[in-house]
C-alpha cells in the first residue's frame, strides 16, 4: 500500500487598508510599471515590484516578442535584473499585478510555471523565503508566505 503524502498551503487575502504601508508602496510601484508593459500581441500587461533588503524598490514587466516563446514575464525580467545589478541585495519581497489593455479592472495572475522556477532559484541563493503580494481584481490582495506554497515539491538539488 503507497504512502499518501499531502501537502498545504496557507495563502492569506487581505484587503487593501489591511496591508502595511511597504506592502502598498510595492504593489502601487508595480501598478505604475504595468502601464509600460511591452505586450502587443497577449495584450496583458503585467507588472512586477521588488522590494530588496536593503530597502530598494525595483520595478519590470512583461516584454513579448513576435516569436511568441521568446517573451519575458514581468517576474523574471524583474528578477534577472535583480541578480545581475544587486547580487548582494535578497530579493524579500515581490508584488504582481496585471491589467488588460483598456480594461479598468486588474485581471486575475499568478506567476507562471518558469517563473515560480526561477523565484524557487533566488531564495535559494538568499536563503531567504520570497514574500509574493498578487492583486486580485477586487482589489484584495493573496500574500503568498514564499515559493513552497506555489511550488511544492520542487526541484531543488542536482545531487539530492
Ligand atoms: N505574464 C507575466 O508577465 N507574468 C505572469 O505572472 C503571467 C503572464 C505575461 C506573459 C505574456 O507576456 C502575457 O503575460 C500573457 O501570458
Known amino acids: 500500500m503507497g504512502k499518501k503524502i499531502i501537502i498545504t ?12 504601508e511597504e506592502d ?3 504593489l502601487t510601484e508595480a501598478k505604475k510599471i504595468s502601464e509600460s508593459a511591452y ?7 503585467v507588472g512586477a515590484a521588488a522590494l ?8 519590470s514587466n512583461n516584454q513579448e516578442n513576435v516569436s511568441f516563446p521568446v517573451g519575458v514575464c514581468a517576474e523574471r525580467s524583474l528578477l534577472g535584473y535583480a541578480g545581475a545589478n544587486h547580487a548582494e541585495d535578497p530579493v524579500k519581497k515581490l508584488a ?3 491589467k ?8 486575475t495572475v499568478s506567476p507562471c510555471g518558469l517563473c515560480r522556477q526561477t523565484i524557487s532559484e533566488v531564495e535559494m541563493r538568499f ?5 509574493l503580494l498578487i492583486l486580485k481584481p477586487n482589489g484584495n ?3 503568498v508566505p514564499g515559493i513552497q506554497s506555489l511550488l511544492p515539491f520542487k526541484f531543488e538539488d542536482l545531487n539530492g
Request: overall charge negative; hydrophobic content about 50%; cysteine-free.
Open 52 to 59: 530588496l533588503n536593503s530597502g530598494l524598490v525595483l520595478k
Open 127 to 131: 536563503d531567504q523565503p520570497i514574500i
Open 39 to 45: 505586450a502587443p500581441y497577449s495584450n496583458f500587461l
Open 24 to 26: 502598498q508602496v510595492l
Open 96 to 98: 504582481i499585478v496585471a
Open 100 to 107: 488588460r489593455r483598456g480594461e479598468k479592472v486588474w485581471a
Open 9 to 20: 498551503a496557507e495563502l492569506e487575502e487581505l484587503s487593501w487598508a489591511e496591508l502595511s
Open 141 to 143: 490582495v493573496i500574500k
